[in-house]
């Protein structure tokens, strides 16, 4: 495959996550940019073992903690504003409409654990298939399914233990 053509077919999935987990569409276009200069360079490096999806992605990931270390910002992946999670049967996107809510489940995700958290914006913010997720992690599809699901369930428990002790 020519790097035009990989370009063309994944810019869209590296701009849109980027821009998820920064919240900044100005920092998104850098970021994927730098990503596909970055992946252009070590294309050769790319042995096929994962999707090239996944592979972009991670790229994209690192570049965009690099970014984060450089900026000297206290802000986080998991500190960023979450937004258009797309998953219209799972609860926890349901519950993303307004700040406060979204506040509610940054602040939940902050103290989830790894791999629960990295899974969870993987397919979230990522967009990424169970498959492209276990091969990141050389796991199984399963595994990766099995683990956002717990993730979404403690995500659940949080918020809805949040939500009693507000009520008291």
């Given at each position: 495959?020519?790097f035009?053509?990989?370009y063309?077919?994944?810019?869209k ?5 980027i821009?998820?987990?920064?919240g900044?569409e100005?920092?998104?276009?850098e970021i994927?940019?730098e990503?596909?200069?970055?992946a ?30 450089k900026s000297h910002?206290?802000?986080s ?7 258009c999670?797309s ?12 700040q406060?809510?979204a ?6 995700l ?6 629960y958290?990295?899974?969870?914006m993987?397919r ?8 492209e997720?276990?091969?990141?992690y050389?796991?199984t599809?399963n595994w ?10 403690m995500?659940?428990?949080r918020?809805e233990?949040?939500n009693?002790?507000?009520r008291?």
């Amino acid at each position: 495959m020519e790097f035009e053509q990989i370009y063309s077919t994944y810019f869209k999935s590296v701009y849109r996550y980027i821009w998820k987990l920064s919240g900044d569409e100005h920092v998104a276009e850098e970021i994927t940019s730098e990503t596909f200069l970055k992946a252009m360079k070590s294309i050769g490096d790319f042995r096929g073992q994962c999707d090239m999806r996944v592979w972009i992605c991670q790229i994209a990931k690192n570049t965009y903690y690099s970014y984060l270390k450089k900026s000297h910002r206290t802000v986080s992946v998991d500190e960023t504003e979450l937004q258009c999670i797309s998953d219209p049967d799972a609860f926890v996107e349901e519950q993303i409409g307004t700040q406060d809510e979204a506040r509610q489940i940054r602040k939940v995700l902050h103290t989830m654990p790894d791999p629960y958290k990295e899974v969870f914006m993987w397919r979230v913010f990522g967009e990424l298939s169970f498959k492209e997720i276990g091969a990141l992690y050389s796991k199984t599809d399963n595994w990766a399914c099995v683990t956002y699901h717990r993730a979404r369930k403690m995500i659940q428990d949080r918020l809805e233990e949040s939500n009693d002790e507000k009520r008291v």
